[in-house]
């Protein structure tokens, strides 16, 4: 397959170069000389692939190609989008709601035993928390839940987007406010979604899964707060 231009070139030279996910690269120097630019113009470049999250610079490590995370590639435009007015989280959530939908099948049809262990200590470790004094909500349990079950789709669009999504909603902070009883009636629905998988039943868990996105009620918009997606 021919790779498509890339734009700055830097990106080009990363591809084409085939570095591996956590290689070190060349020097600044090195890969200058070896693009025909001067590393004032390639730092700039470079800053572009960084900020895609494809490099990172760290003192005493030097220069690292990073694995492709679509959520890297995403977020700060989402969030960005959100301050603007110029989308919504609603509008996101409406997107996450689908793609979820759409792989449901495949995504539970892979999940091994241990996955499938591993959502029922996370509905353990809520229900602990929510009856616990003092009460905490879930909300580690909340993303890691979702994440689980559509963590072995090979797909890192899919995988980057519900990552993405995760990290607007914990930025939004829109349920801040939602009562115990909302956290109670969620994570009521979370235990049948995961009995659901667990007994082989997709069909009624999917019909749960759907069930429950209309418990994520429309908010007045709020201020995103600062957060580090670097």
Request: net charge negative; glycine share 4%.
């Amino acid at each position: 397959m021919q790779l498509p231009k890339l734009d700055p070139p830097f990106l080009g030279y990363l591809a084409e170069s085939a570095f591996a996910p956590e290689q070190k690269l060349p020097t600044l120097n090195e890969i200058s000389s070896e693009m025909n630019i001067s590393v004032g113009k390639l730092r700039e470049q470079l800053e572009v692939a960084r900020s895609l999250g494809l490099v990172s610079v760290r003192p005493r490590v030097g220069m690292q190609r990073e694995p492709f995370d679509f959520s890297a590639v995403i977020l700060k435009a989402v969030l960005f989008s959100f301050a603007t007015g110029e989308a919504t989280f609603a509008q996101f959530s409406q997107l996450r709601r689908a793609l979820e939908e759409s792989v449901w099948e495949d995504a539970v049809q892979m999940l091994t035993d241990n996955d499938k262990a591993e959502l029922q200590q996370l509905i353990n470790r809520a229900w602990k928390k929510l009856g616990g004094k003092p009460i905490r909500i879930p909300n580690e349990e909340h993303r890691a839940l979702h994440l689980t079950i559509f963590s072995r789709l090979d797909n890192p669009f899919v995988q980057g987007l519900l990552a993405a999504y995760w990290d607007a909603y914990e930025a939004s902070e829109l349920t801040r406010f939602n009562s115990l009883e909302y956290w109670v009636e969620v994570w009521h629905y979370h235990q049948e979604i995961v009995d659901a998988i667990c007994s082989g039943d997709f069909e009624r868990g999917r019909q749960r899964l759907i069930k429950h996105f209309s418990l994520l009620r429309s908010v007045p918009a709020v201020d995103i707060p600062e957060i580090n997606v670097t």
